[in-house]
């Protein structure tokens, strides 16, 4: 079984804005620099067939570029039940409809349909139930923004679980169409 995702990876610039704003929050553990992505469609543990089936549907995706910013920071859970910090983007018609494509193409190869709606964002933090000062955190990052970037690819990672974090490979990539 392969723990698979589709992705956006992040221009170093951009890994550099969040890496600054990391810290100063008890009982999380903050993503390191490898580990910054964002999650275009999470497809799960699933076979080298469906692997190969994704991947081939990916190869038909004629990505448009577009260009994608930085926008604010939240929580996934409540601040009694933390699970994530994340860094959000500005919303992007071009990312939801690329979203919206993948999605059909990886219904289409198989896999199950995607039930959560889709909330464009980088993890930036996994909380445990003892953490602290999140809401101070999130007061003090919200106003986190970045210039914009050009998405004119995507990825398709490889997750591997460890003790203290996962590990993200790139097996897979995606270009976009060259702008006329």
């Known amino acids: 079984m392969l723990r698979l995702f589709i992705g956006l990876p992040l221009p170093v610039r951009i890994r550099q804005r969040i890496l600054a704003r990391m810290g100063g929050v008890p009982g999380v553990r903050w993503q ?8 275009v469609r999470f497809l799960g543990n699933i076979e080298a067939h469906q692997a190969s089936d994704v991947d081939l549907a990916m190869r038909t995706v004629a990505l448009q570029p577009f260009d994608i910013a930085l926008s604010g920071t939240g929580l996934f859970g409540t601040l009694a039940k933390p699970r994530t910090i994340w860094a959000g983007v500005k919303p992007a018609r071009s990312l939801l409809a690329l979203e919206n494509k993948i999605d059909a193409l990886v219904t289409r190869a198989g896999l199950p349909p995607e039930t ?9 933090a996994r909380c445990n139930r003892k953490a602290a000062r999140i809401d101070q955190y999130l007061d003090e990052t919200g106003d986190l923004t970045s210039d914009p970037w050009t998405v004119d690819h995507f990825v398709m990672f490889r997750s591997y679980l460890g003790h203290k974090a996962a590990h993200y490979e790139i097996i897979a990539q995606y270009p976009g169409s060259p702008i006329a």
């Open 32 to 39: 390191a620099d490898d580990q910054l992505h964002l999650t």
């Open 116 to 124: 959560r709606k889709y909330t464009p964002h980088i993890t930036i």
